[in-house]
């Protein structure tokens, strides 16, 4: 974490709870996060008090041994049913206007177990918590409701003045629930690391057999056309949508092992469908590279790319005909909700007046529908029942959300040899994203620069407003707040999914979240 150059901002805001329980322990950690995330900080301390005489506040794991094994102590040291002092209205001193709470045990079990306060430090606007670290509130006199203050401090996104400021951090900061104890990590992790954070130890080879899939699926025995087909196949992807059907499918309780081939012609369905949808977005933008290469319609011009990009369509199309009626209609609805979403991007170039319902509708179809698709169809493939279905297509959506949004912060503070394409190119194209949109609301000189094309001297000026505000720090909290009500999607169906698999797909959000390409 970086050096705070003082004074720091500071916000100070409070939390609200209500306990059921005499004894028990509540995991505060979400909305502290919220709480850091809303003010739009970047890096400082999160400070937290209780504004109550029992009950504590801890930095621990939220697990329930923990929590037996801790009553069993108190109950040893400050028994509920010895006397105590503080409980005989013949020994307080003040004139009490309502009943005694007997609660003598509770004022000393709050001394032994914990403090008031607690401060976290935060960075990139989320508590820097340790692989099992939660912040909890120790109820020990419940249930009541519970008032807690809290402030935070510290130092907005830097600006963007200096090279070192335009520059990302170059390792980005994987929890270490990510990889067993492998804290840090530069750039993307592998296919691999991305495998093993799903948690199933099959999924590895599984991939491999998806790329065996892929590489198959774009031989046209032609081999100028086959190459310019298979470029992106054979460029180093991160593969995340095979991955989510696979995930998917072993969500189930029917798949023990590996799964059938019908789930990974699924995994290859989903991700032949997006690099078609790749080949025609880099003939749009014009673009020149593509994952760190030179991009098809570059390399080989337009025309191939558009036909290539028909290609891989068309091959989604047939895969998804082969497992049946079902997946051939939903993999078609899922283009024609990419198309209908890439066009109403499209229909707002340049718009300054573009919204955030405008822009979330665009994402939803652009991007999001093939996350929930791609969650879906492992699902499907793997006969789960409906309402598992549904839940992890509803996961999908809210994850494919949050990574379209990070998607957008990135293209705004990140570098071409990063993330692996030129950055600033919606600005360039009059793409308003999200951080654009929230910082024209704040910013008249930016309004004064939008709404017309850029070159490249001014684009690098309106990157510098962009980033100079709060918008990279709320559309991130945006982000954060998709990521959880894609876990949320979950929740309800918790004891029927396997929960190796639901943590693995939980870590996975905090992959993407915390990703630097």
């Known amino acids: ?10 916000s100070s805001s409070h939390i609200e709870i209500q306990t059921s329980q005499r004894t028990e322990v509540v995991d505060l950690t979400d909305q502290c996060n919220k709480l850091v995330a809303r003010t739009g900080l970047s890096s400082g301390f999160f400070q937290l008090f209780c504004m109550h005489t029992t009950c504590s506040l801890l930095v621990n794991e939220n697990e329930s041994g923990f929590h037996e094994d801790l009553a069993g102590i108190l109950g040893n040291l400050a028994p509920e049913d010895r006397y105590w002092a503080h409980d005989d209205p013949s020994r307080r001193w003040e004139n009490l206007e309502e009943e005694l709470r007997a609660n003598g045990f509770s004022h000393v079990r709050a001394c032994l177990v914990g403090h008031p306060t607690v401060a976290v430090p935060f960075d990139h606007g989320r508590l820097a918590l340790g692989r099992w670290q939660r912040v909890l509130l120790l109820e020990l006199d419940g249930g009541r409701r519970r008032q807690l203050a809290a402030q935070v401090w510290g130092v907005p996104p830097a600006s963007p003045t200096t090279d070192e400021r335009v520059r990302p951090p170059r390792a980005v900061r994987v929890a270490t629930r990510v990889a067993q104890g492998r804290a840090t990590q530069t750039l993307w992790s592998s296919r691999a690391e991305l495998a093993r954070c799903i948690g199933v130890e099959t999924v590895a080879q599984e991939l491999a057999r998806v790329e065996e899939k892929l590489r198959a699926a774009v031989q046209t025995g032609d081999s100028s056309f086959a190459e310019a087909a298979a470029h992106l196949v054979t460029a180093e992807g991160k593969r995340i949508r095979p991955l989510l059907a696979l995930a998917s499918a072993h969500a189930g309780p029917r798949v023990r092992g590996p799964v059938s081939d019908r789930v990974i012609t699924a995994a290859a369905t989903v991700e032949l469908l997006h690099l078609g949808t790749l080949y025609h977005d880099d003939v749009m933008d014009q ?231």
């Open 1 to 10: 974490m970086r050096a705070i150059a003082y004074p720091p901002f500071v």
């Open 287 to 517: 673009a020149e590279t593509r994952r760190g290469a030179p991009s098809v319609n570059s390399r080989w011009g337009n025309s191939i790319a558009v036909l290539a990009g028909d290609f891989l369509l068309a091959s989604a199309s047939e895969a998804a005909a082969s497992l049946g009626a079902e997946e051939a209609r939903l993999v078609s609805t899922t283009l024609a909700a990419t198309c209908k979403g890439q066009a109403l991007e499209t229909e707002r170039l340049f718009d300054i007046t573009r919204d955030e319902a405008a822009y979330e509708q665009a994402i939803a179809g652009k991007s999001a529908c093939l996350l929930a698709t791609s969650c879906r169809l492992g699902a499907l493939e793997a006969e789960l029942d409906r309402p598992l279905v549904d839940a992890l297509t509803a996961f999908g959506h809210n994850l494919g959300m949050a990574f379209q949004i990070i998607d957008d912060i990135l293209d705004l503070i990140g570098t071409e040899e990063v993330i692996g394409k030129p950055t600033g190119k919606d600005l360039l194209e009059g793409v308003y994203t999200l951080p654009v949109i929230r910082a024209l609301q704040e910013s008249p000189a930016l309004r004064g620069l939008l709404g017309r094309p850029l070159d490249q001297e001014t684009v690098q000026r309106t990157r510098a407003l962009v980033l100079s505000g709060r918008a990279i720090a709320t559309a991130r909290s945006t982000a954060n707040d998709y990521a959880e009500a894609a876990t949320e999607a979950l929740l309800a169906h918790r004891p029927e999914l396997d929960k190796e698999v639901v943590e693995g797909l939980e870590r996975l959000c905090q992959l993407l979240l915390d990703r630097s390409r």
